[in-house]
């Protein structure tokens, strides 16, 4: 089938099969920052961003985007960059199986809220599984990360 | 404590800014586009024999490439352990057996052009089972009549107690001194017992390898693997070939912890890419590295403490039985742990004695998993302690202290107990235990907490502790190697065997040889872990990478610069000993060379060669990291449910080469240790099928799970270690279950004896607590 959609602001036209998920059809046109750690809807690994909002691509047949715009983190890669320094400075980047659906979280929270409360960003953190750093680093370089510039 | 540049100083992770960037750097991004697709049937049964087994309809189908069974694969028995040789588990697994031993086991593999024609292959697949009688509780296992492994071509590699007619994959015993006689002595003593469960691994990036064969027609496989070199061996004994035809690259990997020290997917891609030519790739499903892969061995742990009045502890006695489930897969190894990580805390007893057996059953089969065997002994021991503490009305913390493991001292305990076979003997050079067990109930604020205040009209907070140690690899086993180049331009080239699988080994062996040759991470350009361009390494497990790898790394770092030396002063035509070098130039009085025009002119102008050096280490000692643990815990009298507040980690490893990666090892394993002790149930339907198979069923915890996690360093230098170090990757995950069990303890008066510790099961227990 024919999809069309805006990828990281571009208009692209791909072929997908229908029963094709989003996480498979972006993998297989090599955006690698889709890590697929469950393809179960529930460790947040493959957290992309649809019309803004956060969506486990895992979860999501790749036809549903027709039309939309789909962020990956190869779309906003410097503020990537960024956050990847504040968890540098924590060390909270083990494996970072778990690192471009955090950064992609991270987004959408900065997005949603200007000050966001402890409470907040955990709440928008909990869907993404860590099985490496045991979340507390990670937590402080994003709060240091949205505390800069303030 | 010594002070140096980078070494002990904040270093971020060398790659970890690309790989939150999403880089292709994980092995499934290093699929060849086009790899057929490999799917595996698996056994419905607990425990079967294959009768008959048709795969021609498969066969037929048009994109199926290959179907492969126990009849057209080599039989011959080998074992997915992925340790070194002689390697100290039974080798009880072919790569496909007549006979399926759990649900999930595998029965025939289809490699496609695809994923949809790989699935509806296996469904074209007929197989007839005989259906056989399987053994699913690990206490009534031995000399069952229902036998797991009846099987011809079976062995064990030196005797370790298998008996596979017994349904023993291991066994073991040892006393030292008179144990019955000793607690015949004691004022005091105290039994308890209590199990452990199939903890799952959960790391986030699933078991994935892929084939292909390169130019000169050699097997090259991408795999996440703990143990490229173990693998490369294993697969040439079991497939026939010589090791020059393979080589196993493992990228970056998506964590381990254990899981992927053992094969996975490996022996399929290659004889799917051997027969056909193509290039394969297989990854696990998230319900098949549940149900298909390993787990943690469950155990159920006895033990009994004596004491005199004083709180001398004087012997203890500790019995215990392990499920290692279908497959042997580190069934001796992790047991010994249980004594020998664990019982020398207690150094100063004069009997001791610890033993038991590993039992085959139809689960999932147990292997390596962090804290191996260590986590399970500290759970039962532990809670031991505190209800020793409370039988002698002494403070826990005080009877800890009084009697456990001080520097400059040993247990008779290292010399008995090694991985498989005999220890060694070792002295304590490091250990600040007693520092450890202070500043944590200082943090934690324990003499004010202790044991329990009543906060609210059913709320109630409470403390508890534990202590614990781990090891710093396998003497005289284990080995690292690295090799150093000097390129032009004036920056080195390290590759080296260690593996990093997201502990960050790659990062600190940087800051190792950047230290020695006083230069900054950039100029350190580090490849690690490819069979045919690193030097060996046993790779990641046993906690063996910081102090192994990292001394292996500092060892060849000090003969680069030696070999610098010797290149300056050849070129300054001065004497070596009157060379000044600071990691950027060479002065000799009044004559200088920079690192930059040195490099240079040693490949471009005289003597033109390549400077280069390599370099091994085996540890000759394993000196074991110490901590002492900490949690404030709140607990509902009303429901049973509590909430960690905070886990105080005070932790003696010696320098830490990465403070901040290191701080994430025991954080992350303390999170880890912590699901075992809480959410992470494990439940197996009465057909032996493991139902807790997804990520919404088996609970890892979140970033609500700990409230907050207080972890700091004792000043502390180990020296054998590389730079003082010890490992760290470990012992993080030990204390959790003993910890929350005691706390629970002193919050409400129930002591769990089952893991994980749930809501449940506490108000089951003061329920029955009341009604006595
Ligand atoms: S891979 Fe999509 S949520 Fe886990
Ligand atoms: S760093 Fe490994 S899963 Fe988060």
């Keep these: 089938m024919k999809l069309q959609f805006f990828l990281n602001g571009t208009d692209v036209v791909w072929d997908v099969r229908p029963d094709e998920y989003l996480s498979n059809a972006l993998r297989r046109h090599g955006i690698f920052s889709i890590r697929v750690g469950c393809d179960e809807s529930i460790c947040g690994s493959c957290t992309v961003l649809v019309d803004e909002k956060p969506v486990l691509s895992c979860s999501v047949l790749a036809i549903t985007v027709n039309g939309k715009h789909v962020t990956t983190v190869e779309g906003i890669q410097e503020e990537v960059a960024r956050l990847s320094h504040f968890f540098g400075e924590e060390g909270a980047n083990q494996c970072s199986y778990c690192g471009s659906g955090m950064a992609i979280i991270i987004h959408a929270l900065k997005k949603e809220y200007k000050n966001p409360t402890d409470e907040q960003i955990r709440d928008f953190m909990v869907g993404n599984i860590c099985r490496c750093t045991g979340y507390h680093s990670q937590f402080k370089a994003i709060k240091a990360y949205l505390a800069e510039g303030k | ?772």
Excluded at chain 2, 104 to 116: F, K, T
Excluded at chain 2, 407 to 435: H, N, R, V
Excluded at chain 2, 626 to 641: H, I, L
């Design chain 2, 1 to 772: 404590m010594k002070k140096f540049k980078v070494v002990n100083n904040k270093t971020h992770s060398v790659c970890g800014q690309a790989e939150m960037m999403g880089r292709a750097v994980y092995t499934q991004d290093y699929e060849v586009p086009g790899s057929l697709v490999l799917k595996m049937l698996r056994s419905p049964h607990a425990f079967a024999r294959i009768k008959k087994i048709d795969t021609s309809k498969a066969e037929a189908l048009n994109g199926v490439k290959c179907v492969l069974t126990y009849k057209n694969v080599p039989h011959v028995a080998f074992s997915r352990a992925g340790q070194g040789a002689p390697q100290p588990s039974p080798i009880d697994k072919f790569i496909l057996d007549e006979y399926v031993r759990f649900i999930g086991d595998e029965v025939a593999c289809v490699a496609a052009i695809n994923e949809q024609i790989a699935e509806d292959a296996l469904k074209l697949i007929e197989v007839e089972y005989e259906v056989l009688e399987p053994v699913l509780d690990y206490k009534t296992a031995y000399k069952s009549k229902n036998v797991i492994h009846p099987e011809e071509g079976i062995s064990q590699a030196f005797e370790m107690g298998f008996r596979p007619k017994d349904n023993v994959a291991a066994s073991y015993e040892m006393e030292v001194g008179d144990v019955e006689k000793e607690l015949a002595k004691c004022d005091v003593v105290i039994e308890h017992a209590a199990e452990t469960q199939a903890q799952a691994h959960a790391m986030l990036e699933p078991h994935t390898c892929n084939a292909r064969l390169d130019e000169h027609n050699r097997l090259v496989i991408y795999s996440s693997t703990q143990t490229p070199f173990h693998v490369r061996r294993i697969m040439a004994q079991t497939l026939g070939m010589p090791l020059s035809q393979i080589r196993i690259v493992k990228p970056r990997v998506g964590g381990g912890f254990g899981g992927k020290q053992q094969f996975h997917g490996e022996m399929f891609v290659a004889l799917v890419t051997l027969r056909t030519g193509l290039p394969s790739s297989m990854i696990y499903t998230r319900e098949e590295v549940f149900a298909s892969s390993y787990t943690r061995h469950p155990m159920y742990i006895s033990m009994k403490i004596g004491a005199d009045k004083d709180g001398t502890i004087r012997a203890i006695d500790c019995h215990a039985l392990s499920d290692t489930g279908a497959y042997g897969e580190h069934a001796l190894t992790v047991f010994m742990i249980v004594g020998s990580k664990v019982l020398p805390l207690y150094n100063k007893v004069k009997a001791v004695r610890f033993g038991g057996r590993v039992l085959y059953t139809n689960h999932v089969p147990a292997g390596a998993y962090r804290g191996y065997g260590a986590i399970q002994g500290n759970y039962v021991l532990e809670s031991a302690i505190d209800m020793l503490a409370e039988k002698l009305h002494m403070d826990p913390v005080e009877l800890r202290k009084k009697n456990s493991m001080k520097e400059k001292e040993t247990s008779p305990i290292f010399e008995i107990m090694g991985e498989g076979t005999k220890g060694t003997a070792m002295i304590m050079e490091s250990c600040k235990l007693p520092y450890c067990i202070d500043r944590g109930a200082e943090l934690i604020g324990w003499k004010e907490k202790y044991p329990r205040k009543q906060v609210g009209p059913h709320k109630v907070r409470s403390v508890g502790c534990a202590i614990a140690m781990q090891g710093s690899g396998i003497p005289f086993s284990d080995m690292g190697s690295c090799a150093i180049t000097l390129q032009d331009g004036g920056f080195y080239m390290v590759r080296c065997g260690a593996t990093d699988i997201g502990q960050g080994s790659d990062t600190l062996i940087s800051q190792i040889v950047a230290e020695e040759l006083m230069t900054t991470v950039d100029k350190v350009i580090i490849y690690s872990s490819d069979t045919d361009l690193a030097p060996f390494d046993v790779g990641a497990y046993a906690s063996s990478t910081t102090y192994i790898s990292g001394n292996a790394a500092w060892k060849t770092a000090i003969k680069m610069r030696e070999r610098l030396i010797s290149e300056a002063a050849t070129m300054l035509e001065v004497k070596e000993k009157d060379i000044i070098f600071d990691g950027k130039t060479f002065k000799a009085g009044n004559k200088e060379i920079s690192l930059f025009d040195l490099s240079n002119k040693l490949i471009y102008s005289a003597p033109q060669h390549q400077v280069a050096v390599t370099e091994s280490y085996i540890g000759h000692v394993s000196p074991p990291p110490f901590m002492a643990a900490y949690a404030e815990v709140e607990v509902d009298t009303e429901t049973g449910e509590y909430e960690v507040l905070d886990y105080v980690s005070v932790v003696d490893c010696g320098t830490t080469i990465n403070p901040m990666l290191a701080k994430g090892q025991v954080e992350g394993g303390i999170t880890q240790g912590f699901g075992m002790a809480s959410t992470e149930e494990v439940i197996y339907n009465s057909k032996g099928q493991l139902l807790t198979n997804s990520f919404l069923y088996y609970h890892v915890p979140t970033c609500k799970t700990i409230k907050h996690l207080t972890t700091e360093f004792a000043d502390s230098y180990e020296p054998t270690g590389p730079f003082g170090a010890k490992s760290v990757g470990e012992i993080g995950i030990d204390t959790p279950p003993a910890v929350l069990c005691n706390a629970i303890y002193n919050a409400v008066g129930v002591r769990i004896n089952s893991l994980p510790i749930t809501p449940e099961k506490i108000l089951k227990a003061m329920k029955e607590k009341e009604g006595k």
